[in-house]
């Protein structure tokens, strides 16, 4: 049996021999984590253990009034804080090797911020106090290296198996000058550390694509980020949205990674007992402050000396957690409570003297303890890359630019290759949008009509474009989540995720371009012949790319899904409606003409006109036809002719039946779009899709520093 019928959805189809089976599954699994953690242990603890300590850490929020939040209003920003909100207040405490450090509270208690704290989430000005390991304070590049940080939601790639996953975390964590064989070693290994055996074939999965449980999901999430087994691990809230039985395999692999040799510390709420015996240290926190800290063992006898025993077969945890709820509602008792806390810890430090030792901190303890766990076979990325063996010189990026980009592309394309369907959504709608135009503007001539048709067919072509490329916002968020979590511990470069990205686009832009063109370009009648063609095809690809890079942008600036499809959608109406063909250039009002040179859809449309009727020598409007689509259009030909006679004599020129009176030329000029040549447009679109790829690089770049100020 698989243990993806783990999932909860699934559970109406359990037979009895399945439930047996998952039992035992478990039982193995249990079994084979404490063998493991058992080796481990054994092989570990020669060497100074770490020890994280952090001393009097406080962070707090200034409250500013809500009108003087505006961005333009913070240079005033002094003169509007109407106090500050405490998120840690004094907040101190030890995290130990082959220990799980676990921090309790209500929501709200300042969990995670304790979390951040500890992870370097948070900006150093902001913080106060101190968080040292082994005594040292650590350089933000040195935690990053040494460090994992696992967040709550699980951001994989859906159509990635948990062993691809994994891989090609490998990839990007473990440096080029690791081999192949170290690497899929490595995984391996870790496949086994997160009993994932069974499922290591197996996809993640989404809403729309069955796959492994999500218990497992967390597991693999936990597994990418500690891919280079690193020596810190910091979780917020791992086992939150997951049943029991899984809560507790994931707090169990916890255990086995932390008796391996890392300080593991989490934020979790609510624990069962079962998870209780697995943490070896316990933080409750109210309202940013320390209510208790220590083992969960010494819990009972702390509530009994404070005069609240907690009760025989209740959870001690969450006893605790509903006392401190209770006590939140009166600020009196809950300092009683915080009071009796510090009391109470200086007792048992009275008690204990010993404990008082660890504290002091011991020169160059770190950079030994550090190495002497890399030649021990941890933190694999550093132990080939770091020449004068020392940790500080480790660089930011473990691979250069162009790997990085050659496994981003990779993992983009194996993703999209299997989640086929958004590409064959994109296409059929473009083949819909292109059968259509070409039968509404079927086979248009050189008459007055037919410059109707050339100017509506020109830009309906530009407007269905550029909300086909709307849908390049679902895709762009997707990506972006995953990209935020994987920038936090610099993975890899924005720009080299950036190019990877646009490389990866083009072969699909291409085939879309190549259906609209073939659907309309003959059908419609448009001119230029076989170089014709293959303008038309550049223009509309480089329409595609600009509107992408266009859609690219404005998800990496607007972090809201919906607002962003909202502003993407505005745009491009306003792109359309300043494109210059229902207003044309000459007159948009002076104050509005910047819109019209900064709109998308005005080059390639221009192009199109360009290409349609850039021929000086094609005639539009030839003798009768200039009293086309005017009051006289239903007036006989012989009365025609008399007219023409007749213009004849006023004009002083001969206008016969045959005389040309508009060729393509004058087109141009009405339509007021006569300065730049086609090619011209054609380079200016593509250049607006490298300017836009440019800005979502740096919208990138500024939203992947994620500290809180
Ligand atoms: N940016 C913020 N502005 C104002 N209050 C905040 C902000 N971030 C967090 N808080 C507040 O800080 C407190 C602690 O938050 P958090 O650490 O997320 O709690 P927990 O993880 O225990 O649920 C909460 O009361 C929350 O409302
Ligand atoms: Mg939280």
């Given at each position: 049996m698989?243990?993806q ?5 699934s559970?109406s189809?359990?037979?009895s021999i ?8 478990i039982?193995k699994f ?15 603890m020669?060497s100074?253990?770490f020890?994280?300590?952090f001393?009097?850490?406080s962070y707090?929020?200034s ?7 505006l ?15 405490l ?7 030890q995290?130990?090797?082959g220990?799980?450090?676990?921090v ?12 951040d704290?500890?992870a ?11 968080v ?8 933000s ?6 460090s994992?940080?696992?967040?709550q ?7 990635l ?20 064989q ?7 290994a870790?496949?086994?550390q997160?009993?994932?055996q ?24 936990i597994?990418?980020?500690?891919i280079?087994?690193?020596?810190l691990?910091?979780?917020d809230e791992?086992?939150?949205g ?5 809560a507790f395999?994931v707090v169990?692999?916890l ?9 593991v510390?989490?934020s ?8 209780v015996s697995?943490?070896?240290n ?6 940013g ?6 083992k969960?063992t ?10 609240h025993p907690?009760?025989e077969?209740?959870?001690?945890t ?8 209770e006590?939140?509602e009166?600020?009196d008792r ?17 008690n204990?003297?010993n ?5 002091k901190p011991n020169i160059?303890?770190?950079e030994?303890a ?5 030649s021990k076979?941890?933190?694999v ?6 020449d004068s ?6 660089p930011?990026f ?10 981003i ?7 999209s ?7 064959v959504?994109?296409?059929f709608?473009?083949?819909v949008?292109?059968l259509?135009?070409?039968t509404?503007?079927r ?11 050339r100017?509506?067919?020109?830009s309906?072509?530009?407007s ?5 490329c709307?849908?390049?916002?679902p895709k ?9 979590r ?8 924005t720009?080299s ?11 699909s ?6 259906t609209?063109v073939?659907?309309t370009f003959?059908?419609?009648g448009l001119a230029?012949?076989?170089?014709g063609f293959?303008?038309?095809f550049f223009?509309i690809f ?6 992408s890079?266009?859609m690219?942008?404005?998800?990496g600036?607007?972090s ?5 499809v909202?502003?993407?959608a505005a745009?491009?109406?306003?792109f359309?409606l ?9 007159e ?5 003409i910047w ?20 021929d000086?020598t ?5 003798g009768l ?8 259009a ?6 025609k ?9 006023v004009l ?7 005389t ?5 030329t004058r087109v141009?000029?009405?339509?007021g779009?006569t300065n730049?040549g ?11 899709g490298?300017f836009f790829m440019?800005?979502?690089?740096f919208t990138?770049l500024f939203?992947r520093?994620n500290k809180r100020?």
């Amino acid at each position: 049996m698989e243990l993806q019928k783990h999932n909860p959805s699934s559970k109406s189809t359990y037979t009895s021999i399945d439930v047996e089976d998952h039992h035992q599954q478990i039982n193995k699994f249990v079994g084979d984590i404490t063998q493991l953690v058992d080796d481990q242990n054994q092989l570990i603890m020669a060497s100074t253990p770490f020890v994280l300590s952090f001393i009097d850490l406080s962070y707090g929020l200034s409250k500013i009034s809500p009108k003087m939040a505006l961005p333009f209003c913070q240079n005033n920003r002094d003169d509007h804080e109407i106090g500050t909100k405490l998120l840690l207040d004094n907040i101190s405490g030890q995290a130990r090797e082959g220990e799980i450090l676990a921090v309790l509270g209500a929501s709200g208690s300042g969990k995670s911020t304790l979390i951040d704290a500890l992870a370097g989430r948070i900006e150093k000005e902001s913080l106060k106090g101190a968080v040292t390991l082994n005594g040292e304070v650590l350089e933000s590049r040195v935690l990053k290296t040494i460090s994992a940080y696992v967040m709550q939601d699980d951001l994989l790639f859906p159509m990635l198996t948990v062993e691809e996953t994994l891989m090609f975390s490998a990839e990007f964590r473990l440096p080029r000058s690791v081999s192949k064989q170290i690497k899929q070693a490595r995984v391996q290994a870790l496949i086994d550390q997160l009993g994932l055996q069974s499922v290591a074939n197996t996809v993640i999965g989404d809403e729309g694509h069955r796959g492994v449980s999500g218990g497992e999901r967390r597991r693999v999430s936990i597994g990418v980020d500690i891919i280079h087994d690193p020596i810190l691990l910091f979780l917020d809230e791992p086992t939150s949205g997951l049943d029991s039985t899984s809560a507790f395999m994931v707090v169990k692999v916890l255990q086995g990674i932390s008796k391996s040799g890392s300080i593991v510390i989490m934020s979790i709420h609510q624990p069962s007992n079962r998870i209780v015996s697995l943490l070896d240290n316990l933080i409750f926190l109210s309202r940013g402050q320390t209510i208790y800290s220590g083992k969960p063992t010494s819990l009972l006898q702390f509530f009994k000396e404070f005069g609240h025993p907690i009760p025989e077969n209740e959870n001690p945890t969450e006893f605790a957690i509903d006392l401190i709820c209770e006590f939140e509602e009166s600020s009196d008792r809950i300092t009683s409570l915080v009071e009796f806390n510090k009391s109470w810890a200086q007792a048992r430090t009275m008690n204990n003297p010993n404990k008082l030792c660890d504290k002091k901190p011991n020169i160059n303890a770190l950079e030994d303890a550090i190495k002497a766990r890399i030649s021990k076979g941890k933190l694999v990325s550093i132990a080939t890359t770091s020449d004068s063996n020392s940790i500080s010189s480790v660089p930011s990026f473990v691979n250069p630019f162009w790997i990085e980009t050659i496994v981003i592309a990779k993992r983009l394309l194996t993703n999209s290759r299997r989640m086929p369907k958004l590409f064959v959504i994109r296409l059929f709608v473009t083949l819909v949008a292109g059968l259509m135009l070409a039968t509404l503007y079927r086979h248009l001539d050189a008459s007055p009509k037919g410059i109707d048709g050339r100017l509506g067919f020109s830009s309906f072509c530009m407007s269905v474009i550029i909300f086909i490329c709307l849908e390049e916002i679902p895709k762009c968020f997707l990506e972006r989540y995953i990209f935020m979590r994987e920038a936090a511990f610099n993975a890899y470069r924005t720009s080299s995720y950036v190019l990877a990205h646009s490389i990866v686009s083009v072969p699909s832009l291409i085939v879309l371009s190549f259906t609209f063109v073939i659907t309309t370009f003959w059908n419609v009648g448009l001119a230029g012949g076989f170089s014709g063609f293959l303008f038309f095809f550049f223009l509309i690809f480089a329409s595609f790319w600009a509107g992408s890079s266009f859609m690219a942008f404005i998800s990496g600036l607007v972090s809201r899904y919906l607002l962003a499809v909202c502003i993407g959608a505005a745009f491009s109406t306003l792109f359309i409606l300043f494109s210059g063909n229902f207003i044309s250039s000459n007159e948009i009002p002076p104050y509005w003409i910047w819109f019209h040179y900064i709109s998308l859809v005005k080059y390639p449309f221009q192009g199109i006109l360009q290409n349609e009727f850039g021929d000086s020598t094609k005639c539009f409007v030839r003798g009768l036809q200039f009293f086309d689509h005017t009051p006289l259009a239903g007036v006989s030909d012989s009365t025609k002719i008399k007219l023409l006679k007749s213009m004849s004599s006023v004009l002083g020129t001969s206008v016969t039946s045959s005389t040309c009176l508009v060729n393509g030329t004058r087109v141009l000029e009405m339509k007021g779009d006569t300065n730049i040549g086609k090619w011209t447009c054609l380079w200016i679109t593509i250049a607006w899709g490298f300017f836009f790829m440019v800005l979502f690089y740096f919208t990138l770049l500024f939203g992947r520093n994620n500290k809180r100020r």
